[in-house]
Structures are given as C-alpha cells and as structure tokens.
C-alpha cells in the first residue's frame, strides 16, 4: 500500500474532481494511514515531554552542582596539623570529587539523551518491522529510526537502525529470517517491512513491500536534485550495501564498488555503526577517515553530525604527510616501488649512527642542546643497534637534558629578569595569576614554568625525533643525493618507530588511486589498526596507482587476510548513463552492473566541424545548464575538464562570473553551474555532468584515459553531454 499526496490519484468516477482533495480523501479511508498517523502523534508527544524534561534536568543539576561547589569552598578546609586530620581532610576531598564525578556523569547522560531526542524530532522514524518470535504469538512492531529511545518505563519508542534487531529491516525479505544478538541468533518471522515517509510530527505517506525491487523510500531519495553536503542513507541502505555496513570486524576489508554504488555513503554509515556498536571505548579520535581531496573533506563533513554522531579525523594523504614530516617536504612523487622501501629495512637492520648524523635542539633562537652533546649521549648505549629501541632510549635521555638544562637557566638573573618584564597578560596566561616572588627558592620556580612555556616547542622536537638528520641518514643509506616523500616518511619510521598505535580505524575512500608505497606507509603508521579501503578499479585515473591485486599483497605481506566485497548496482546515474560508462568496463563485469534509477535524459554526444561551432555549442549547454537550474531553484550541474589548465581555459571562454571554478580552497555551491577537474569531481556527483573536450586525444584507447572517461562520465546522475571539436573518442562509439 502506498499513499502519497504528491502524487494524486484521480478519481475515476469524477474525472473533474480536484485531485488534492481526492488525496486528502484517500488519507480518510485508509485505516492503516490512520492507525499510523495517530502513532506517530503519540510518540511526538511522548518526545516533546521527554526533551522538555532532559532539558528541566540539566538546568536543574547545573545549579545544584554550582551550589555544592560554593558550598564545598566554604566549608572543606584543609587541616594537615596531624596525620589523622590530614588523612580526615583527603577523604573530605575524595567524598567530594566522587560527588562531583557522579554530577558529571549524569549531567553527560541526560545531554545525550536531549541530543537524541532533538535528533528524532526532526523525524521520529523512518521504518516498522512487524516480527513474530514464536509460531501462534502475535507480532511485535518495532519502529525504527536514526537513534534509539525509550520512556521513562523502558518501553522502546524507537529502535536505533544499527541495532541487531533493526538487521531484519535491511534484509528486505518477509518471512523466516533472523539477527545475531550478543552472540546469540534470534530466530523470526518478518510479518510486515514497512517504509515511511516523514516530517516532524506529520505521516506524508508509508509503503509495505516484501522484497525492495522498487523501493519508493530509495527511489524518492534518488530522484532528488544534487547538493553540496551528502545525506545519510540510513532509511535506503540496500542489502548489499547492509552487509559492508555491518560486515563482522576484521584486519582489512576491501570494498571494490563501481560508480555511484553507495560506497561513501557506506563507508560514513559503517564508521556510525562502529560508534554505535563501540560506544564505551570508541572514540572519534582513534578513527581516522583519509579523503581524496579538500573539498570532498568538506562535502562529507555534515553525513555523522546528521545522525547523532562526531566526525573523525578527517585528512588528506599530502595532510597526513604534513603531520609527520617537515612542512617543505610533505608533498611529492610518491611513485617508489616496494623494492626501494624494502632497501630502507635492509639498511636500516644494518645501521650505525654517525656522528654527523645529529643537529642541535634549537627554539626560540637559542641553542639548548648541541649536536655534540647529543652524539656523546648515543655514545652511552653503542652497544645498543639504532633504530626504534635506541631512538626511544635516547628519546627518554634528551628529555631529561633539556628538563636539566632549563632548571640551570632558571637559576640565572637573565631568566627572573626576562620573567618579571613579563605583560599582565602574558603573567595570567602562565601562571593563572600576577605575579610577584617573595625569594630566591620562588623566583627560581617560577623562571623555571616561564622557560618551561617559552621552550615547550623544545619538548616537541625531542618527542618528534627532529634532532635526527633523517636526510643525511637516507642519503648515507641509500647512496642517493635527496630523499622522496614517502621515502622520507617510510626511513624515519623504520629508523625510530614513529606510528600512531593507539588508531582503531583507518578509513580510505578512492583507494585506487593510492600507490603501493603509500599504502605501505599507512599500513606501518597505523599499525595496529583495522582498515576499510574502498574504491573502484575502474577510476584509478592516475598513473603508478594500485591495481586491486596488489592493494591485497600490501596487506597481506603484514600477515593479515583481506576480506572483499563487491557493490555492483548503481544508485547515482540513470539507466541510460550507467549503460553509457559500464561499456567502458571488462566484459564480465560489464555484465553484472545494474541500476536502481528511472529512465531518464538519454546521452547528448556532439560532435562539431570547427572550433567557431565547437565553442558556441559548449556555451550553450552550459547557458541552458544555468538557466535550468534558475528555472528550478536547486541543482548542480560540473564541467568536468581533463586538467587544471584546461579547466582555467573553459573558464575564460565562458566568462560567466556566475560559473564557480572549483579549486582547493572552495566550497560547493547550494546550486549552480561549476567547473572542476576530475581530481576534484571524483567521489562527488551532479544532475548534469558537461564534458567539455571528449576528443580521442584527450581519451585515447589506453586504461588510464578509458578509466578517465569512465570516471568523467560517471559522476552524472540524470544528464550527460560530451563535446568535441571534431570527432567524438572511439571509445564510446565502440
């Protein structure tokens, strides 16, 4: 049953009747409309008095725990006359920071709790499982939605959708089923799998189907014009999709999706359901999402936010490079092979360090340890071979020189002086207060946290190990004048351990343009983490990139299985379009591909005689592109050209400051016409993708420039137009 008021049935016994009015009509009769309706009021009421209450509790425990706080200032003193009293008075202090500590908690509860239920004002639900547990029991339902709650008698309002039981939904298949919960499986029979479609505290329409062939929920999303922020999915997860999302926690999980198959929008509905699933331990910090490029960073950047959830650390490769390498140095080829990084390991197992090999701890323009002095100290433990186990042992010795050092300099009138010609400001800033010492014993102390605050960058550079030579070392190893990037990053971590080996997760879209060595480097940095790698053997559009093959032996080298999924069925593009970019694909893949979406626009493929016609032509699509997006107020539409310079040309040709040319530092417009190199279009998507020079020159029949093509192609939803001045590639003619 499907009931919709946006699309009217008329009917057919008074042809001239309103068709809103019949609608509203059909609204009437429907019983199940109705029953669902006065459902969906009670729990909007039930949520209005909940969030209204979560928000009486936080205002009411922050007064009383600003209260007990004045009260704790006034009446705990401390007494350390005798060891009894002292003892007395530690308690005194424990009794109250247990007391404060359980304030805390509380108050941190009820703020999630208010979080969710604001969540799920927006939108109660989305879905209804009716579930039959024992033959001849009547049917549960269970209503489910973005977040889980319960009223204040534990009866469950909604069902979270990363719940066990929720699985059943996302099967899409009435009848016998079953869901695996705290290790155990529940078996059931799925009577009813219901879809809603729903604002606030009003029912637009509710679809029951047994088998989501033609998923209206999905479809309605799909048909949706293009923004700048992607949107959770979470009422459209399809069943192949569900079981990436919910696949079981392994090493490394390998997802080769073609175009438009959901595999971001997985990937961000796959880190909120390991929040949710982890939510005592995980945090977004031990979670780290590695993006193709800025703007995509920042088109993703709503997705987690939207369903209750923080983002991740979300970088860049050249970002996350930044942060383990110098600033000058984080970009570069990173085309080595894994023969030049194995030449690192086998060097490394042999090194000796020399004792050019060090520089002096320099901060604020003054030298606080030298070369030599660090030389002498590696001289300590020569016994010991370099790498990570002396670096570290050497690292814990240079911390407490510099702690020595700076307590001399403390001592010294030079440092009081500098300390008390310290601002108001600067004092406050230090100390937390003005101040003014009342002795020698003082003074010193307090020269000692100022130093400790101007040379803090000192400690840094210890802890980065930047008083090793990393260059100098590589270049002694490896026989070579400069270091590459990757390089660089792979000899500092096999020289000192460098890693960050408290990340749980490692997340990386559009894996397919990683190199091996790049890969490798990940994979030793996070090492103790689980990776999601997703992408697509089709868009690897840059050369020396990973085929999926050995994406595997990457990991696999480290002792770790891969497990794989494929995502085959296109969401994004109309039928049309998906035909049109999966002929670019291998034969027996081509055959697997399907789409979800409507018929729509077929290609437009134009083929002009001379550049005069050529560059009128391509004015005029993009003219009518603008004008049909005006016409509608919504709408992107991208000419996607094949470079930066091709891109600035289309630009000047066009001369339409209206036309958004998209570059590091920009954002997506709401709606409007851009221009984009396929670097920055790859991973998004537009209702009109416009191809401005699709000639065999630039797509000639080779796999990088098929990929290119494929990738250009793909990132439409319901319009493609190609253009060339002359003839249209081959490629798509074949």
């Known amino acids: 049953m499907f009931t919709d008021p946006s699309q009217p049935r008329l009917s057919t016994n008074n042809p001239d009747e309103d068709p809103q009015k019949q609608t509203e009509l059909d609204r009437e009769e429907d019983p199940v409309f109705a029953q669902e309706q006065e459902h969906l009021s009670r729990t909007y009421e039930t949520l209005v008095k909940m969030a209204a209450s979560f ?25 350390f006359a005798s060891m009894g009293e002292a003892f007395e008075t530690y308690a005194e202090y424990a009794t109250a920071n ?22 799920l004002l927006e939108q109660p639900y989305f879905a209804k499982v009716s579930l039959q547990y024992k033959p001849g029991d009547a049917p549960k339902d269970l209503y489910i939605g973005n977040a889980g709650m319960s009223d204040e008698n534990y009866k469950r309002l909604v069902v979270d959708w990363r719940s066990p039981v929720a699985e059943t939904y996302y099967n899409q298949e009435n009848g016998p089923t079953s869901y695996v919960a705290n290790g155990r499986t529940i078996k059931v029979d799925l009577k009813l799998r219901r879809q809603f479609d729903i604002a606030k505290d009003t029912l637009n329409a509710y679809f029951d189907t047994t088998v989501a062939i033609q998923d209206a929920m999905l479809l309605a999303s799909l048909s949706q014009e293009r923004t700048s922020q992607m949107k959770a999915i979470t009422a459209t997860i399809q069943k192949e999709q569900n079981q990436v999302i919910r696949h079981e926690d ?8 073609i175009a438009g198959s959901g595999k971001t929008s997985v990937l961000m509905q796959r880190i909120a359901y390991l929040f949710y699933r982890q939510r005592e331990s995980l945090r977004p910090e031990d979670v780290f999402l590695i993006t193709p490029n800025p703007v995509f ?21 050249n970002e996350f490079m930044a942060t383990i390498m110098p600033a000058d140095r984080s970009r570069g080829r990173a085309d080595i092979s894994l023969e030049s990084l194995q030449r690192i390991d086998n060097a490394v197992a042999e090194l000796v360090f020399d004792p050019n ?23 300590k433990f020569k016994r010991i071979p370099a790498g990570p186990h002396l670096v570290t042992l050497m690292r814990e010795e240079l911390h407490k020189r510099l702690s020595s050092r700076l307590k001399q300099m403390a001592a010294t009138e030079r440092a009081q002086n500098e300390m008390l ?36 960058r000192a400690f840094d550079i210890v802890e980065r190990d930047e008083w090793l030579r990393i260059d100098r070392i590589g270049m002694r190893l490896l026989g070579k004048e400069g270091l590459l990037p990757v390089e660089w990053a792979y000899l500092k971590m096999a020289c000192t351990g460098l890693s960050n080996p408290n990340a749980k997760y490692v997340m990386v879209d559009e894996v397919q343009d990683y190199t091996t060595a790049q890969l490798v480097v990940l994979r030793r940095y996070f090492r103790r983490a689980h990776f999601l790698l997703l992408g697509d053997e089709n868009q690897a559009i840059g050369n020396h990139t990973s085929t999926f093959e050995e994406i595997r032996a990457v990991f696999e080298a480290s002792g770790e299985s891969v497990q794989e999924c494929r995502l085959m069925t296109s969401y994004r593009s109309s039928p049309q379009i998906t035909d049109l970019f999966s002929g670019l694909m291998p034969h027996d893949d081509r055959m697997r591909v399907s789409s979800i979406q409507r018929d729509d626009i077929a290609p437009d493929l134009l083929e002009c005689p001379d550049r005069e016609t050529y560059e009128s032509e391509l004015a005029r699509v993009v003219s009518q592109a603008r004008e049909g997006i005006e016409h509608e107020g919504r709408g992107l539409a991208a000419v996607i050209a094949n470079d930066r310079a091709g ?35 790859k991973g998004l998507e ?44 081959p490629l798509l003619k074949k």
């Open 357 to 379: 090999d060090f520089k002096d701890i320099v901060c604020e323009g003054t030298q606080l340890l030298s070369a030599g002095q660090i030389r002498q100290m590696a001289d």
């Open 250 to 257: 392994v090493p490394v999980l390998l997802v080769n999706g």
């Open 55 to 79: 928000a009486a509790k936080i205002k009411k425990l922050d007064a009383e725990v600003a209260a007990d706080k004045e009260m704790l200032a006034d009446e705990l003193t401390g007494n």
């Open 297 to 317: 960073s920042r088109y993703i950047e709503n997705v987690l936010p939207d369903l209750g959830e923080s983002n991740p650390e979300t970088m860049t490769f």
């Open 421 to 456: 010609q310290l601002s108001i400001q600067e004092q406050v800033r230090i100390f937390h207060e003005t101040i003014e010492p009342q002795n020698e014993n003082e003074a010193r102390e307090l020269a000692l946290t100022y130093l400790n605050d101007r040379y803090a």
């Open 98 to 119: 247990k007391n404060i500590d359980l304030c805390n908690a509380t108050q941190e509860l009820n703020l999630q709790n208010l979080e969710k239920t604001r969540l």
């Open 686 to 729: 537009f209702d009109h993708v416009i191809i401005p020079d699709a000639r065999e020159e630039v797509f000639g029949d080779n796999r990088i420039d098929r990929n290119r093509l494929y990738t250009s192609i793909s990132r439409a939803t319901n319009r493609i137009t190609l253009l060339a001045p002359g003839s249209i590639t």
């Open 647 to 681: 891109a600035r040309r289309i630009a000047s040709l066009l001369g339409d400051e209206a036309i958004a040319l998209i570059d590091d530092n920009a954002t997506l417009p709401a709606s409007g016409v851009m221009i984009m190199t396929l670097e920055f279009a």
